[in-house]
Each structure stands twice: as C-alpha cells, then as structure tokens.
C-alpha cells in the first residue's frame, strides 16, 4: 500500500496560466481528498530571469520582481477560487527563478513535497511545444513522482497501469512503480492492473518464462498483468486508449550522462499515451539542476496558510 513507501501528504501544483492548469488544479484536489494531503498552488515566473539575475541592489530589477509577483499572487488567488473545497489544506507561493524547471526543482528541495503536479503543455503550436520541452526536462530532474495531467476528466473509480520496464532489470523502480500505482489506485476506490511490452527484435520473441521470472522476482504473480508484444514507444499507447486508462505510472531508472539527445522511452511514452501519467524517479536519483537556483533569488512569498 501507499503508506509503505513515502506518503504523499504534501502535494505541488504548478500553476502555468493556461486552462488546462484548472483541469490539473481539480485533479491534485481529488488526490488531496483522497490521501489527506496538502495543495501548494505555486506560480513560478521566468520571464524575468535577467531581473532574477541582477543584484539585489538593482532598483530596476527589484521594481520588475515585485511587480511580476504581484501578478502572480492575483492569478493564484483566482485559481484558488475557482474551486469550493473549504476542505482542503491550500497555501499559494508565487516566485521568479531564472528557469520554471530550477524555480520548482529548487521549491521542491525547499519546501519538502511528495509529488508535482502540472499539466503537460502538449500541442502543435510552436509556444505549447516549447513547454513541452520544459516539461520533459523537469520530468528528468525532479526529484519526486511528476503528474502531468491532459485535459481529459478521471472516472470515479480511475482506472491505473503500473507500465513494467523489465529489460532493463531495474527492480528498484519497477517495485517503485508498483507501490505507488497500486497505492493511488487503493486510495482512489479505482483499479489496478500491470502492464509489460515485450519486446520482439527481428521477429524472435524472448521466452515467456523471463517474464514470468522477472514479475515472480517482484513479488506481483496474483496482480492482473496486461501483456502486449512490440516496441512500447508504439504498443503502449494505444492499449492504453482501448483500456480507457486514467492515469498510467511509469519509471525513470538512473542512467549515465549522454550526449545523445534520442528521445527515452518516458518520453515518446509522455507525447502520445493520451493519458495523464505519473512519473517515479529511482529511489537513489537525486536532482541535477543545473547551475541551480539560489533559494533566496526565488522571491518567494511566504505561504499564505490553511483554508
């Protein structure tokens, strides 16, 4: 169950401004309802990076943060309003940092979350792609499970794959995976199940049974196990369409530094799977911000407190 690895009870959502941040905003609130946590509704500016950059001592700068700020705790107090949840535990932050992947790797490392949510900003056009962009490289630095929700509402009773990468042999992660899909689903009143793309390079099929030793090695023999044939990037997708799955977690094993920019696997996954998707970092992962953001140039005000 969820509480057997880290509990989720302090939740990050990154408000971007656009409407599907409403959709992810209603989300986080049914899995604050459900697991007992905290909403952080945090608005995060880089626009003004060359302000955040200057000194502190710079009045142009100082003027251009205050004023971004400003704006930011106006649209928070209006997305905050657009839902009626007295129930819940809702503070807003509004900060600049010089990137909107540092300013939340460095608020996550500050203020100690379990998960962040944000809508992922997929699209033709060339602005959405560029967030796109900004999504995926905070999927490979944040340090804790990444929701990134489409616009698409959740059944009543979600439905949630835990998706298997067994070829690389990262038990880890994959036991990772299983806890966590297997948790939310139990927390949410949904279902549950695994799924596994079996490779089949050049028409050979692996034998059967290294899959079946691999998921008697995780201890998951008794949990319904979707198995599909072929390249996960092209298989996965669309059984999760025909299933009408709500939320799909995946792994993130470690991997050394490449200089090949080739897409991975969450990625091509997180472009076309159509579903909101729960990405989980490897239990040693540790977050690469870069040159890093320091936590006092965030500007970040001070939580507002409890509704």
């Known amino acids: 169950m969820l ?11 990154c408000a971007d401004r656009s409407g599907e941040a409403e959709v992810a905003f209603r989300k986080a609130s049914i899995l604050a309802r459900h697991l007992d946590a905290d909403i952080e509704l945090f608005a995060c500016d880089a626009d ?29 107090g209006a997305l905050r309003s657009s839902i009626a949840a007295p129930d819940l535990r809702m503070t807003t932050r509004a900060a600049c940092a010089t990137s909107f992947t540092e300013g939340v790797a460095a608020r996550v490392a500050e203020g100690g979350h379990d998960m962040v949510i944000k809508n ?3 699209g033709l056009e060339p602005q959405r792609d560029a967030s796109a962009a900004a999504d995926l490289a905070l999927v490979e630095v944040c340090r804790v499970p990444l929701m990134l929700t489409r616009r698409r509402p959740w059944r009543p009773e979600p439905r949630i794959w835990a998706a298997l990468d067994l070829q690389r042999a990262d038990l880890a992660v994959a036991r990772r995976v299983i806890e966590v ?27 059967r049974r290294s899959v079946s030793k691999a998921v008697m090695t995780l201890g998951v023999a008794d949990m319904p196990l979707k198995l599909l ?27 050394p530094e490449s ?7 969450t990625e091509r996954l997180l472009r076309v799977c159509g579903c ?32």
């Open 120 to 122: 992922f900003a997929d």
């Open 181 to 207: 899909a297997r948790g939310l689903a139990a927390a949410c009143h949904g279902t549950f199940s695994l799924a596994y793309c079996r490779p089949d390079p050049n028409g050979i099929r692996p034998p």
């Open 48 to 76: 003004h990076a060359w302000a955040v950059e200057h000194s502190p001592d710079d009045e142009v700068a100082r003027a251009e943060l205050a004023a971004c700020l400003t704006e930011s705790r106006r649209y928070l």
């Open 229 to 255: 044939e072929g390249d996960p990037g092209m298989v996965l997708a669309p059984a999760l369409r025909s299933a009408g799955v709500d939320l799909v977690v995946t792994g993130r094993p470690e991997r």
């Open 3 to 13: 509480d057997r690895v880290r509990p989720f009870r302090s939740l990050l959502l």
């Open 276 to 307: 909101d998707a729960l990405v989980v970092p490897a239990p040693s992962r540790r977050s690469a911000t870069g040159r890093g953001v320091v936590l006092s140039t965030l500007r970040a005000d001070a939580a507002d407190g409890e509704r």
């Open 259 to 265: 200089p090949s920019r080739e897409p991975s696997l």
